[in-house]
Nanobody, 124 residues
Framework: QVQLVETGGGSVQSGGSLRLSCEAS?????MGWFRQAPGKEREGVAV???????DYADSVKGRFTISQDNAKNIAYLQMNSLKPEDTAMYYC?????????????????????WGQGTQVTVSS
C-alpha cells in the first residue's frame, strides 16, 4: 500500500505560478497529476515514470512541468502561466506495479493509488 500526500495548492492570479508536491510513502514506478473542476470529469494533467519519461495533457504543455526526486519518492508539478480554467482540485496518483497512462475522456491505466487532493484557484 502506498500513501500519497499532496501539498502546495492555493490561490493565485492569472499568469502566476504554483508548485505542487506529492510525497509517496513507498516505491513507485510512475506518478502523475489529475485535476477535476466542479461539474467536469477528472482529467489527466501530467505523468512521470521512474526512467524520467513524461507526458502532458495538451492543455498544459509548455506551461506545466512534472519532475521527481526518486530518492525521496516525491513528484513535483510546476505550474506557470496559470489561467482561470486551471482552477480545480488537483490529485496526485501513482502505481508501483503497472505502468501509468492517461487518455482523453478521463480514462487512465494504472494509477492504483490516489491522494486526497489539493485545491488550486486561479483568479482573473
Amino acid at each position: 500500500q502506498v500513501q500519497l500526500v499532496e501539498t502546495g495548492g492555493g490561490s493565485v492570479q492569472s499568469g502566476g505560478s504554483l508548485r505542487l508536491s506529492c510525497e509517496a510513502s513507498g516505491y513507485t514506478i510512475c506518478m502523475g497529476w489529475f485535476r477535476q473542476a466542479p461539474g467536469k470529469e477528472r482529467e489527466g494533467v501530467a505523468v512521470i515514470h521512474s526512467n524520467g519519461q513524461t507526458d502532458y495533457a495538451d492543455s498544459v504543455k509548455g506551461r506545466f512541468t512534472i519532475s521527481q526526486d526518486n530518492a525521496k519518492n516525491i513528484a513535483y508539478l510546476q505550474m506557470n502561466s496559470l489561467k482561470p480554467e486551471d482552477t480545480a482540485m488537483y490529485y496526485c496518483a501513482a502505481d508501483n506495479e503497472k505502468r501509468c497512462a492517461f487518455y482523453d475522456g478521463g480514462y487512465y491505466y494504472g494509477f492504483g493509488y490516489w491522494g486526497q487532493g489539493t485545491q488550486v484557484t486561479v483568479s482573473s
